[in-house]
């Protein structure tokens, strides 16, 4: 499996990107050798997500981890013994990890066109008018939609609570080409400082306190 991308950086969340090529098969089989037991889904294309992501997750902090990660209340997945945050996305062929010592989330999403029949379900009329409205080119509306969507969905995932209606609890804003995002909770406002990147094929985005 490549390595698409990767940031390390000393001071920011850490962050990578893998293009899955291998075989379910070939994971499994990893995993288990590992001394992992993958769990079964009937949708192939989540089950190589699944596999993928367990398989680097091993990869990058090893089985010690692996052993000792489970879902919280909220279904967020956590490591009982790690004092540092992780988050998981998937967007087939592509699975991301990052890693920081605080609330994170991350979010990766391929290229299509359906973010434009949901874009009104997920952005204010604010966001839209400024950020999408002013777009005349196809494709760069739809990259912009979707690394919009990123944003709400990598704060959701910081989070890590249900309940949160990301067109009005989830706030973008935009100066230039930096992004900031608020999470609007009943007796709190939360802030989150983001990371993200347009690829050809899909963009990401982390979002982290």
């Not at 604010?126 to 509306?141: C, D, G, L």
């Not at 609007?184 to 050809?200: D, M, N, P, S």
Request: hydrophobic letters at 40%; one cysteine or more; proline letters at 3%.
């Amino acid at each position: 499996m490549p390595i698409f991308q990767s940031f390390l950086p000393k001071s920011l969340p850490k962050i990578w990107i893998w293009c899955i090529e291998e075989t379910d098969d070939y994971f499994e089989q990893r995993l288990i050798e590992l001394g992992f037991h993958p769990q079964k889904f009937t949708n192939p294309k989540r089950q190589s997500e699944y596999l993928a992501s367990r398989f680097l997750l091993s990869e990058i902090f090893g089985m010690g981890f692996m052993n000792t990660m489970t879902a919280d209340e909220f279904g967020k997945l956590i490591n009982v013994n790690a004092t540092d945050c992780f988050s998981l996305s998937h967007s087939y062929p592509f699975t991301a990890v990052t890693q920081w010592d605080k609330s994170i989330g991350i979010d990766l999403q391929c290229y299509t066109e359906k973010i434009e029949t949901i874009a009104l379900r997920f952005l204010s009329d604010r966001e839209f008018n400024q950020m999408v409205s002013p777009i005349e080119n196809h494709f760069n509306k739809i990259q912009e939609l979707t690394l919009l969507w990123n944003i709400k969905e990598a704060v959701y995932k910081a989070y890590g609570k249900k309940n949160i209606i990301f067109k009005n609890q989830i706030q973008i804003l935009k100066q230039n080409t930096i992004f900031e995002a608020k999470l609007f909770l009943e007796h709190e406002i939360k802030y989150y400082q983001i990371q993200y990147k347009k690829e050809t094929e899909f963009s990401w985005c982390v979002a982290y306190e």
